[in-house]
């Protein structure tokens, strides 16, 4: 396996001076903890078109967007982006990893350059089951281009944990991150995916994550049905007073998939509960 040969110290400067903190062995700094949310709460009635998503974010508070990857959109949300002074924090894609990597996001990566974007994989095998290491050279040897394309650009490429993927549990991305040892490659810690594996010890994995763990993504839980922040009977409050404590500095997102009603209804109260949490922060 080939890894490519990065200086982790100008990677670290630069990230620091896009604002990007992470737990690469960081001390823990003070941050105001950009939040923003994963377009899958941007499926309401009242946002129909690409800019009034992302007027909506605006409006009401987000640091920007977590897209999902689709090439007929990303010149015009670039722009969208930019004129409403919001940043694309993850371009989320789902392939199988015995494919080749797709071309038309490969070029995309080249122009991200500047931007605190992470490229998140969330690998699925035609060949191996869930979580099985078996399939972990193949995983990197997926990966690679997307890595080598974003080594100079800006960009981070990050595993994201999918329930019945091949990429499961946030421990599989860990693996994955460890093994490869690359600055600009690391991992996810998605809630709603690691409590449908019956995680339990937010403290442990983040303790275990602190050099490979890129973003936390949150959202409110009604037993094993994602909800808005502030409704279910899940302690949102309390997972995120455990990533404060462990230090943790960087991008948090909101996950509002399946969230029935308007947009601005459901991500208005998840903001004015995210406000709320971290008042004191």
Request: glycine share 8%; charged share 20%; aromatic share 10%.
């Amino acid at each position: 396996m080939h890894f490519i040969n990065l200086d982790r110290r100008i990677f670290l400067a630069n990230m620091s001076a896009l604002g990007i903190s992470t737990l690469l062995n960081a001390a823990p700094m003070k941050s105001n903890f950009p939040f923003y949310a994963m377009d899958t709460g941007l499926r309401g009635p009242d946002v129909p078109s690409l800019e009034k998503k992302i007027a909506l974010l605006a409006k009401l508070g987000f640091a920007g967007m977590g897209w999902t990857w689709n090439a007929s959109e990303a010149e015009p949300l670039l722009k969208l982006l930019d004129q409403y002074k919001l940043q694309l924090w993850a371009v989320y894609l789902a392939p199988f990893m015995e494919d080749a990597p797709d071309k038309s996001l490969l070029s995309f990566i080249s122009g991200l350059k500047g931007r605190p974007t992470r490229i998140e994989l969330a690998l699925r095998s035609k060949k191996y089951k869930p979580s099985d290491s078996e399939g972990d050279q193949a995983a990197l040897r997926y990966s690679m281009p997307y890595v080598e394309q974003a080594k100079d650009s800006g960009p981070v490429i990050s595993f994201y944990p999918h329930r019945s993927f091949w990429l499961e549990r946030v421990e599989d991305g860990l693996r994955l991150a460890s093994r490869a040892n690359l600055p600009n490659l690391g991992t996810h810690f998605n809630l709603v995916h690691w409590r449908w594996q019956n995680g339990t010890d937010e403290n442990k994995i983040l303790e275990m994550g602190k050099k490979h763990i890129l973003c936390v993504t949150i959202n409110g839980m009604k037993d094993s049905t994602i909800v808005s922040l502030e409704q279910g009977n899940y302690d949102v409050a309390s997972f995120l007073s455990s990533v404060h404590k462990s230090g943790w500095t960087g991008p948090i997102g909101l996950q509002s998939y399946s969230v029935p009603g308007r947009s601005e209804d459901h991500l208005g109260r998840s903001m004015k509960k995210w406000r709320e949490v971290t008042s004191n922060w």
